[in-house]
């Protein structure tokens, strides 16, 4: 059984001249480190094109707001042609840098892959073979000028071996059908649905889940709890 995709090459490149240029001109620009100091080594930072009321200081991980493109966005059209290749709509659009022998520790960012609903891509402007992702142990480099679909979901880290920055485009989207079929055509593996619906119920502790639901003696939990049953009589029945 092949393996669910935890990261993937989508069919989308981008002019590398064009993103320079529009990199440099930003290079002044305030760039913000990451809000957790204890998540990377070295300056792991930041720039918002498009975040919570356009604020260009606004970097905290919130999928709900009023998401609206910056001044930086506004002021790079290539960036913005970029991302509006991508049909569907877009929470957070940032910049992130990662300086020369910087690492960014193994960590997840629950919720988001294409099967949670935030999809996050990348596509690299500045990079080296020497920059690494770890994506649940397996190394990964990810090409300048491509876009990249990583489940941050899974363990992953990031370390920067090269003699210069490390920049990326972020885009986390909103899952649609439109990317659906996009992933689906560049091969991409869903993740199995969880058997009981939620992940964190699972043979192992179904039986316990249950009887604490029919403790509670209300119509929603014995609804659920018999709804359960139903799902693990019927793999006992199958086995």
Not at 156 to 170: K, T, Y
Not at 192 to 199: G, I
């Amino acid at each position: 059984m092949r393996q669910p995709s935890r990261y993937l090459k989508l069919p989308f490149s981008f002019d590398l001249a064009r993103l320079h240029a529009e990199l440099l001109q930003l290079e002044a620009s305030d760039w913000i480190s990451h809000f957790n100091t204890n998540a990377y080594v070295n300056n792991w930072t930041c720039l918002p094109l498009r975040a919570v009321d356009g604020r260009i200081d606004h970097i905290m991980p919130v999928n709900e707001g009023n998401f609206q493109d910056t001044a930086l966005m506004q002021s790079c059209p290539y960036l913005r042609e970029v991302v509006d290749t991508f049909q569907c709509d877009k929470t957070s659009v940032r910049l992130m840098s990662l300086e020369a022998g910087g690492i960014i520790k193994e960590h997840r960012d629950d919720g988001t892959s294409l099967e949670d609903g935030i999809t996050r891509l990348h596509v690299p402007i500045t990079t080296t073979p020497d920059v690494l992702f770890t994506i649940d142990g397996e190394e990964v480099h990810f090409s300048a000028g491509d876009t990249w679909y990583l489940n941050a979901a899974c363990l992953h880290g990031v370390v920067n071996r090269g003699s210069q920055a490390r920049v990326h485009l972020m885009i986390d989207c909103i899952s649609n059908d439109w990317l659906e079929r996009v992933f689906l055509e560049a091969g991409w593996i869903a993740r199995p649905k969880p058997k009981y619906d939620d992940p964190a119920i699972h043979d192992g502790n179904v039986q316990e889940v249950i009887a604490m639901l029919r403790a509670t003696g209300q119509s929603a939990g014995l609804q659920i709890a018999s709804r359960l049953e139903a799902i693990r009589l019927g793999q006992a029945s199958a086995g």
